[in-house]
């Protein structure tokens, strides 16, 4: 058999591809061995752990609210003081070879397409042709910048959640902290000590007292599913459920460092300046804005509504039942992306295998 010609790619020939392998992707990878389907699980960064690989070195596993460990094997935390990025990195790690998915990284998918009846997933390190696409990229490769005037002319610096290493460096200076999550407050928590913090957010915060049931994680996702069917573009956690009155922010209230302002008009070189002419000087802007559904890459696939959400059928957008969304919507969190992954496998199977068993 001879060899293509040089610089054209090989393509791969599997049942399904998972793409990312956060969370989402190691669950549904889990699941796709158990049930005996071929697949690659394509990974974009260079180690295993999914987007925890990127935080923030101080934050510790001690202050990680939530997190749900992935399906048949525990997470045993012996030092819950260790920064969240190494144990939830080890975690994964030990997880992929416990189970032997067959992770391919680093693989940067540049697209998703038809070719036929089935899914061309391209990439700079390859392509693979694939009858059914499970995409679980979540959001950390995406994060969103808001604009507001005079973002250029600022002359001290600006950075994302995504970028944020540590209180190192910001010690004597004027930072202001734009948003209403949990990242922002954990930013609040760590620079007032040693810097001047300015808090704005475009709404007023709300705190919540009452016990997180499940009767009211039901609501949200209810509504959240709503809205996704719909063809709306899912909001953040916190938009959802508001922020949990955690001891964190009742220290952060005793400190007086939860001293909100609404959002700036516009941004000056030395600061922000609000509508009523109120200015701030400032040496450094954090933008802890939130994330957005990293899905550029289907783009050729045509999901988007004109609003930019995507039509969605359960698990998957209403025009693509062999393409699954896993941790988008509804499944955006850790108990809610094992859930979400044990679906996609079991409706996967049943839409490229008739005959099959269910998961």
């Not at 391919?104 to 899914?119: K, L, M, T």
């Not at 509504?223 to 956690?237: F, L, M, N």
């Amino acid at each position: 058999m001879g060899h293509p010609p040089t610089g054209v790619p090989v393509v791969v020939d599997t049942d399904v591809v998972v793409i990312g392998a956060g969370q989402a992707g190691l669950s549904s990878s889990y699941f796709l061995r158990r049930a005996g389907i071929d697949h690659v699980l394509l990974d974009s960064a260079p180690h295993a752990g999914g987007a925890w690989q990127h935080y923030w070195p101080s934050l510790r596993y001690a202050d990680v609210h939530g997190f749900h460990a992935l399906q048949a094997l525990p997470l045993i935390v012996p030092d819950p003081q260790r920064p969240a990025a190494e144990v939830l990195s080890a975690y994964f790690a030990e997880y992929e070879q416990r189970f032997d998915l067959p992770v391919i990284r680093p693989v940067r998918v540049r697209s998703v397409r038809h070719e036929g009846a089935d899914f061309l997933v391209e990439a700079p390190e390859g392509c693979w042709r694939a009858r059914g696409v499970i995409n679980a990229t979540g959001s950390w490769s995406h994060p969103l910048w808001p604009h507001y005037p005079g973002a250029r002319e600022f002359l001290g610096r600006q950075l994302h959640t995504a970028h944020y290493r540590g209180p190192a460096g910001f010690a004597g200076q004027r930072v202001v902290v734009v948003g209403g999550g949990a990242s922002a407050l954990r930013f609040l928590d760590e620079l007032s000590p040693i810097a001047e913090t300015i808090w704005v957010t475009r709404r007023e915060p709300e705190f919540s007292e009452g016990e997180f049931t499940a009767e009211r994680g039901r609501a949200i996702i209810a509504k959240v599913e709503e809205s996704v069917r719909a063809g709306k573009p899912p909001r953040s956690v916190v938009w959802n459920t508001g922020l949990a009155l955690t001891p964190l922010i009742k220290d952060l209230r005793a400190r007086g460092v939860l001293r909100r302002r609404p959002v700036f008009e516009r941004i000056t070189p030395d600061g922000v300046t609000w509508a009523d002419g109120s200015h701030e000087r400032a040496d450094t802007i954090i933008w802890a804005t939130g994330f957005r559904a990293a899905l550029n890459h289907l783009a050729p696939l045509k999901l988007r509504e004109p609003g930019g959400g995507i039509v969605m059928a359960g698990g998957h957008p209403a025009a693509e039942p062999r393409l699954h969304l896993v941790g988008y919507g509804p499944s955006a969190s850790t108990i809610g992306a094992n859930r979400a992954a044990r679906t996609a496998v079991h409706e996967l199977r049943r839409e490229l295998f008739p005959a099959a068993v269910g998961v």
